[in-house]
């Protein structure tokens, strides 16, 4: 069997784990541990032990200090808490805790058929970059009470991973979608034998079990794959507006391939995927793992400096 057979194999399975699972709203946690795993391997001993002591005061903890006694598979102990903390703004969501901020987590780019001429998201929205000027500057102000600093930093792993998924950054305008598909949450696909939404299929690249010791060994491998000195965005784009922007132009020629991908409004009328989608999206969300990891390591390292 060859290896681009294999990994369809792999990726098909992924999206009936998906279909049957709630409808994911960013990477799957897995992908977010997989991002705070590869940004974790790159901070200095000091910065990690800040982290480390950060989260101590984290409304969630003691859950978390309870759960890793049969959760780690051998990490230690600060390891995992970075790894759940990069997950819980998904896990908090839409409950209407004093930590949830359901709109942080992507921001709209238009991408209007057929040209797709570039326009800016809508002004002075509660979008993701708000969420990460907010987060830091909880982060780094010293008198920001000890749980709040320790949700903002949950926030700031999390919200770093989520604007490398292209679809957190772009929604698509077309005759099927006059309002705008949410970020491929109306764009129905079928990929293997069940309809789900195309945001889906993406949040689900880095992998959709819960699973830390796996996640920890792919942010090896993947990063082993894509290092600093191979990626020429780290230097040339240097704010997370930017990220957005590229993630937008990823979206438009990864995700919808131009209006090449044929949407299905309804799952009943899902279409498939074009042969090659499976896997060079798998490349994409991959890469983008990487730019995430190291870009998140930069931002502790500025923000606990």
Known sequence: MSRFSCLFRLLTA???????????QAWSANGHMVIAAAAWRELSPAVQRHVSEILKAHPDYRDWQRDFARDSQG?????????RASAWPDEIRRQGGAYD???????????????FRRESASPGGDDILTGIA?????LTDRRTAPAARAAALAWLIHLTGDLHQPLHCASLFSPEFPAGDEGGNRFWIKPADRAIPLHSFWD???GTRHDPRAAVNEAIRISSEHPRR???ELKRETTPGQWSV???????DEAYRHSKLKPGTTPENARPLLPDYPAKAKIVAERQAALAGHRLADELAHCLK
Do not use: F, Q
Request: aromatic share 6%; hydrophobic share 55%.
């Open 246 to 252: 590229a993630g937008r132009a990823l979206a438009l």
């Open 75 to 83: 990490l230690d102990l600060a390891l995992y808490l970075v790894l």
């Open 230 to 232: 191979s990626l020429a």
């Open 134 to 138: 907010e987060s830091e500057k909880a």
């Open 204 to 206: 689900g690249l880095l």
């Open 14 to 24: 992924a999206s009936l784990l998906l279909a049957t699972a709630p409808s994911l």
């Open 101 to 115: 901020h359901p709109r942080w987590h992507y921001i709209n780019h238009p991408l209007r058929a057929p040209r």
